[in-house]
């Protein structure tokens, strides 16, 4: 952190922070966190397609691909 000129510290960019500090306590963890995304931007993908909002049917199949890529890379992490 640096000062400012005021006298003022600036608040921290949470830049840094160690590898545990970014799961929320109580909420489960990163993977729960990565299959909830993927069964939610599913379900936002058939709404999306059933109104005919093609970008945005896209853009939500990529973020449901990218959480299900992340728990199957986890997946094979935890079974080294």
């Known amino acids: 952190m ?3 000129k005021n006298g003022r510290k600036r608040k921290s960019s949470g830049r840094g ?3 545990g500090d970014d799961e929320p306590r109580g ?3 990163p993977d729960e966190a990565a299959a909830f995304i ?3 931007a599913a379900d936002l993908v058939r709404l999306a397609r059933s109104h005919r909002l093609e970008l945005l049917e896209h853009l939500l199949q ?3 691909l990218e959480a299900k890529e992340y ?3 986890r997946g094979k992490k935890k079974l080294s």
């Open 2 to 4: 640096s000062n400012a």
């Open 17 to 19: 922070r160690r590898a």
């Open 27 to 29: 909420e489960g963890g």
């Open 38 to 40: 993927a069964e939610t």
């Open 62 to 64: 990529m973020a449901e």
């Open 71 to 73: 728990l199957r890379l």
